[in-house]
């Protein structure tokens, strides 16, 4: 690949960063109007004894998706982003800088999902952590990816590989929140905001992905396919002990039953399904470079083995 490829940057199209705005949506005590605050988990809602214990059960795992977003942008886009300046290939200058900018995007969705998250926990006055200070469940599955690596280089390509993962679909995921009827209305705008931002990152991180896959050298192209099939399960799998936890807490279930429920729903064959459903998107760009197709990818994403996970 001689050049860059080409990517959405601010200051075009008058597209203007969230974070200029410093807005922090919060939930206070007022009606809900029969909204919700997260989609209905359909296998779920037969063990939900009410309409009132179904809202709660889905603002838990609104908060769980808060939290993770904070993660996500603390501890996986931003180290991405910091990695670049160390990789065994040259990023060109002015791409790097537009990569630069988004640290203080990611900084801000961060704020934002924190304080959201403190005003729907109040309120409902739950925990969405089991064991306080916990990582979320897919991040400390990459540390265990990154863990078996070899030396500081590697690290620093398995960070973007999982920057150019989360960034080539988090845009996606965020729409549907903001398109769903039936999720409050504060809910709806900060995955607006937040979406309108990613649409500028998906497009910079498809463009750092091309580049990375053109650049990278003949050495390392197996591992780097590795890592894109790793990275993508390890980041869809659902966290089904912790939608457990969330079930144990909004209803009269016992702990031991909410932890049967879930293993009786999320069977090897859910979770290979569930995994496929967040990939998709991810999927559709590795297979549009070249790097769905190549055996390492292959043998790494269909050995997968969704029994143990
Ligand atoms: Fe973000
Ligand atoms: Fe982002």
């Not at 922090?24 to 029969?34: Q, R, S, Y």
């Not at 991405?80 to 900084?107: K, N, T």
């Amino acid at each position: 690949m001689d050049r860059y490829p080409k990517y959405l940057r601010y200051g075009i199209a008058e597209k203007k960063p969230s974070v200029l705005d410093q807005h922090f949506p919060v939930i206070g005590d007022g009606p809900l109007n029969g909204k919700r605050f997260y989609p209905r988990i359909e296998a779920l809602e037969r063990y939900i004894e009410s309409e009132e214990q179904s809202v709660r059960f889905g603002a838990a795992a609104f908060c769980r998706f808060l939290h993770d977003t904070i993660a996500v942008e603390h501890n996986l886009v931003i180290p991405a982003i910091a990695s670049l300046q160390y990789l065994p290939f040259r990023i060109p200058e002015r791409p790097m800088e537009d990569l630069f900018l988004l640290v203080a995007d990611e900084g801000h969705h961060a704020a934002q999902a924190v304080t959201f998250l403190n005003s729907i926990a109040e309120r409902f006055s739950f925990e969405y952590q089991e064991r306080r200070g916990a990582l979320p469940l897919f991040l400390s599955r990459l540390n265990e990816i990154n863990a078996a690596l070899h030396g500081a280089s590697q690290v620093n390509v398995s960070n973007v590989v999982a920057g150019v993962v989360t960034e080539t679909r988090v845009s996606i995921e965020l729409g549907e929140f903001s398109r769903n009827n039936d999720l409050v209305d504060e809910v709806r705008g900060t995955c607006r905001s937040h979406q309108e931002d990613e649409v500028v990152h998906a497009s910079q991180f498809r463009a750092l992905g091309a580049w990375m896959w053109a650049a990278i050298p003949d050495e390392s192209r197996d591992l780097v396919c590795e890592l894109f099939a790793r990275i993508l399960i390890a980041r869809s799998l659902p966290d089904a002990g912790r939608i457990g936890f969330f079930l144990q807490q909004v209803t009269s279930i016992p702990k031991e039953r909410c932890r049967e429920i879930v293993k009786e729903i999320y069977t090897p064959e859910v979770l290979e399904a569930e995994v496929l459903k967040a990939a998709k998107p991810t999927l559709r760009y590795l297979d549009a470079i070249g790097i769905a197709n190549t055996p390492s990818f292959r043998k790494t994403y269909r050995g997968f083995d969704y029994g143990t996970a």
